[in-house]
C-alpha cells in the first residue's frame, strides 16, 4: 500500500514539475481574466471540456449548471484550476487538501484510511511547499492522475466514482465532445427499423441502399456505406491491397445514381477495419504497404468525385495486439481521412479487457496527434452472448461508455441489428439493469 502511495505521488511530483517548467509544459502562472474571450462552447476540444470538468468538480464538489458552464472562460483546464484556487488564500493547506479530495470522491469509503491519510498529508506538503500560485496546477493534474487510476488495487474504487461523476456531468450538458452535443447513430439493416428505434439518434448507417434512404427520409443524417471502393470482392483482395479492377466505373455509377443522397457533408465509409486480417496478421511492410496505397488511391478517387463528402475509415484494436508496426501504418491513414471511427468489441476474454480499455482511452489522443482536424467515432457495442460473463460485460461497457465521451460522435451496433449473430443478443433484450448503462442513449432511459 505505501509503495502504491510512493509511486502515485512521485508521479503527481514528476506531474507538477513538468507543468511549472521542468518540461514541455504550459506552466503555472496561466490564469483566466475577465478580459480572456470566452471560447464557444462548439470549439472546446473533448479533453480540454472533460479537463475542465474535472477541475470543476474538485473545487466545487458537484456538477456546473448549464448557465456556469457557458461562462468557463479559461482555455484550458489548468488555467480553469489555477484561477479558482489561486483565489482562495484564506483557505489553509490542510483544509483545502481535504475539500479537494473529498470532491473527487477519495474518502474513507473509496480508499483505505492508512492510503487516504498518507495522501492528504502529501498533498498538503505540496500545497505548503509550493504556495497559493501553485494550488491550481497542483490539483489539475492530480485530478488527471486520479482519473487514469480506475484498475489500481488502491485507488481504483474512488477514480471510478470520480470519473462517473465527471460523465454524468457531461452528459447532462452534453458537455465533452469535440463539438458541444455529441453526434449519437444507430446501425440499420432495414427502414423499418427506424420506427421501432429506442435510442436518441441524430444519425444512421445501413449497409444497403434502400435503408440509407429511409434514414434520410426520417430526418437523419447519413453515414453512407461504400466499402467497394475498400478492396476488391475476390478472397485476398483486401490482404493484398487490391482494389476492385473497375473500382472507378463503379464510384462512377454510385454517384450518378445516388446524387439525393450525397448532400454536402455527407460523411461516407470507404473501408472498415483496415489492416485487420484475421487469417494473416504479420506486421510487415511488405503486408501493410500494398494495403495502405490502395486506400490513398480509393480515398483520392472518392474525393475526386464527391470533393464535398466526409471520408471516414474504421480501425480494430484487434489489428494492433502485438503488432507495433500496424499501429505506425494507422497513423499514416489517419491524415488521409475526414473522419475516423473505432469498434473495440469484448467477445467474452477476460483477458483483453484491459487491452480494449487502454485502446479507447487513447484513441482520440491518437487520432488527433496525426490530424488535429479528424472527426472521432467510438462504434459502441450492444449485443452480449448468454455465455459471457455478465458482469465483466457490465463494467467493460460501463467505462468504454465513459471513455466514449471525448469522442465526436457514437455509432450504436447491436441495439436492433446484429450482423450474423443470434437476434437474442441485441441490446433491445438487455435486463433493465445492464440497458441503464446506456441511458443516456434511450429515448426512454
Known amino acids: 500500500m505505501i509503495q502504491q502511495f510512493r509511486m502515485f505521488a512521485a508521479a503527481l511530483a514528476l506531474a507538477w514539475l513538468s507543468a511549472c517548467g521542468g518540461g514541455g509544459g504550459s506552466g503555472g502562472g496561466a490564469h483566466a481574466t475577465a478580459s480572456t474571450r470566452p471560447l464557444a462552447q462548439a470549439q472546446r476540444s473533448a479533453e480540454t471540456a472533460t479537463g475542465q470538468m474535472r477541475v470543476y468538480q474538485a473545487f466545487f464538489g458537484r456538477a456546473p449548471t448549464a448557465a456556469e458552464w457557458a461562462q468557463i472562460t479559461a482555455p484550458t483546464a489548468e488555467a480553469l484550476a489555477t484561477s479558482y484556487f489561486t483565489g482562495i488564500p484564506q483557505m489553509g493547506d490542510a483544509e483545502l487538501s481535504a475539500a479537494v479530495l473529498?470532491?473527487?470522491?477519495?474518502?474513507?469509503?473509496?480508499?483505505?484510511?492508512?492510503?487516504?491519510?498518507?495522501?492528504?498529508a502529501a498533498l498538503t506538503q505540496y500545497f505548503a511547499a509550493y504556495g497559493n500560485m501553485a494550488r491550481g496546477?497542483?490539483?489539475?493534474?492530480?485530478?488527471?492522475?486520479?482519473?487514469?487510476?480506475?484498475?489500481?488495487?488502491?485507488?481504483?474504487?474512488?477514480?471510478?466514482?470520480?470519473?462517473?461523476?465527471?460523465?454524468?456531468?457531461?452528459?447532462?450538458?452534453?458537455?465533452?465532445?469535440?463539438?458541444?452535443?455529441?453526434?449519437?447513430?444507430?446501425?440499420?439493416?432495414?427502414?423499418?427499423?427506424l420506427a421501432t428505434s429506442e435510442l436518441r439518434i441524430t444519425f444512421g448507417y445501413a449497409g444497403n441502399l434502400p435503408t440509407s434512404r429511409a434514414i434520410q427520409a426520417a430526418g437523419k443524417q447519413n453515414i453512407l456505406d461504400m466499402l467497394f471502393m475498400g478492396h476488391g470482392p475476390a478472397a485476398g483482395d483486401k490482404l493484398a491491397g487490391r482494389l476492385a479492377p473497375d473500382v472507378e466505373q463503379q464510384l462512377a455509377a454510385y454517384v450518378s445514381a445516388n446524387q439525393a443522397l450525397l448532400v454536402p457533408g455527407v460523411r461516407v465509409l470507404v473501408a472498415d477495419e483496415v489492416f485487420w486480417n484475421p487469417a494473416d496478421t504479420r506486421d510487415t511492410d511488405a503486408v501493410l504497404?500494398?494495403?495502405?496505397?490502395?486506400?490513398?488511391?480509393?480515398?483520392?478517387?472518392?474525393?475526386?468525385?464527391?470533393?464535398?463528402?466526409?471520408?471516414?475509415?474504421?480501425?480494430?484494436?484487434?489489428?494492433?495486439?502485438?503488432?507495433?508496426?500496424?499501429?505506425?501504418?494507422?497513423?499514416?491513414?489517419?491524415p488521409l481521412l475526414d473522419w475516423v471511427g473505432t469498434d473495440p468489441y469484448w467477445f467474452g476474454d477476460p483477458g483483453n479487457v484491459q487491452a480494449l480499455n487502454d485502446w479507447t482511452a487513447g484513441f482520440v489522443a491518437m487520432a488527433k496527434a496525426a490530424n488535429p482536424r479528424v472527426e472521432?467515432?467510438?462504434?459502441?457495442?450492444?449485443?452480449?452472448?448468454?455465455n459471457w460473463d455478465l458482469a465483466t460485460y457490465r463494467a467493460f461497457t460501463a467505462r468504454q461508455l465513459e471513455l466514449s465521451l471525448a469522442f465526436d460522435g457514437v455509432l450504436i451496433f447491436g441495439w436492433q441489428f446484429v450482423s450474423e449473430i443470434d437476434p437474442s443478443t441485441a441490446g433491445k433484450f438487455f435486463d433493465a439493469e445492464t440497458r441503464r448503462l446506456y441511458a443516456r442513449f434511450l429515448l426512454s432511459p
Not at 376 to 386: C, K, L, M, N, V
Open 289 to 334: 504497404r500494398p494495403q495502405l496505397e490502395a486506400l490513398r488511391t480509393a480515398v483520392a478517387l472518392v474525393r475526386r468525385y464527391l470533393p464535398n463528402a466526409m471520408i471516414g475509415a474504421t480501425l480494430s484494436p484487434y489489428a494492433t495486439f502485438g503488432r507495433p508496426n500496424t499501429v505506425a501504418y494507422m497513423r499514416e491513414v489517419i
Open 102 to 120: 473529498s470532491h473527487m470522491n477519495v474518502n474513507s469509503q473509496t480508499v483505505n484510511a492508512a492510503s487516504l491519510a498518507v495522501l492528504q
Open 137 to 193: 496546477v497542483i490539483a489539475n493534474n492530480l485530478a488527471n492522475l486520479l482519473a487514469g487510476l480506475t484498475n489500481d488495487a488502491t485507488w481504483g474504487t474512488a477514480a471510478r466514482a470520480f470519473n462517473a461523476q465527471v460523465a454524468a456531468a457531461c452528459t447532462s450538458l452534453s458537455a465533452c465532445s469535440g463539438s458541444g452535443a455529441q453526434k449519437v447513430g444507430e446501425i440499420f439493416s432495414s427502414g423499418s427499423e
Open 376 to 386: 472521432t467515432w467510438y462504434i459502441a457495442q450492444a449485443f452480449r452472448f448468454p
